[in-house]
């Protein structure tokens, strides 16, 4: 797939928008099912051969942010797919459970609505990748951004330096990002412990609408991993799945 401009994505998204609003009546997750249906042995939602391509060629498709700084852009190699898989097995959303990469330079950032970064440490843009990330977001793209921890002091930076006009907020827990699609009242999960601190999302708001969603301390990128990898209980997975499908479903809708 080429580049398809700013205006491609806003397209693209309508569209998706339009399948989403044509579906959500069928969209149904039950807990009960996820742990009935969960394997018993290790693995569970492992990205394997489970994450085939999805056939459908206006599938969502989700991509992995490789950012500079230093940080390591790859951390959690089944995160995505796991994610998708439980996105694609446990609602009607059309997604594609394979994981793109992207750089903000690529040629093919405009064919994602969704990005996607994590990692342990420094991440840093370039003026050009700031320019670039801007006109995306502006055109109706959308990045979530997963601390697994020590990201928050130069992240924080970048924000403030990629809409300098825009404050930085602590996004309260009515938003409508935690009850997209299931509610989550008291705000994001905690997932992993890290400093002990209660989870936090903060948000830069274009126009109304949340573009740059950053959550730490709770790191549910680790809850999408391989069961065997973090050990983390079905119940914290669980969560973990359902705030991602929050995060995706608002970006979508809004």
């Given amino acids: 797939m080429g580049k398809i401009g700013g205006w491609g994505v806003y397209c693209y998204m309508r569209l998706v928008l339009v399948l989403v609003v044509l579906l959500v009546a069928d969209l149904v997750i039950s807990e009960s099912a996820f742990a009935q249906r969960r394997p018993t042995g290790a693995g569970a939602y492992s990205a394997g051969l489970e994450a085939a391509r999805n056939p459908n060629p206006s599938a969502l498709r989700v991509a992995r942010l490789q950012y500079g700084g230093g ?9 995505i797919p796991n994610f998708l898989k439980f996105v694609r097995d446990e609602t009607a959303l059309p997604v594609d459970t394979l994981e793109y990469q992207v750089e903000i330079t690529d040629a093919e950032l405009f064919n994602y609505p969704f990005l996607f970064a994590t990692g342990h440490g420094v991440m840093r843009f370039t003026a050009e990748e700031r320019e ?123």
């Fill in 71 to 79: 940080g390591d852009w790859y951390w959690g190699n089944s995160a």
């Fill in 132 to 254: 670039r990330l801007r006109e995306y977001l502006r055109a109706g793209g959308f990045l979530f951004v997963n601390d697994s921890y020590g990201m928050a002091a130069t992240f924080l930076d970048e924000m403030q330096e990629l809409f300098p006009e825009r404050p930085i907020v602590d996004l309260p827990f009515d938003h409508e990002l935690y009850r997209s699609y299931f509610d989550f009242p008291n705000g994001p999960p905690k997932i992993h412990e890290h400093d002990g601190a209660a989870p936090r999302g903060r948000a830069l708001i274009v126009d109304g609408r949340v573009v740059v969603y950053f959550l730490t301390e709770s790191d549910i990128g680790d809850g999408w991993e391989d069961e065997q990898v973090h050990g983390n209980p079905p119940e914290k997975r669980l969560e973990a799945f359902r705030m991602g499908t929050n995060i995706l479903t608002y970006a979508l809708l809004y």
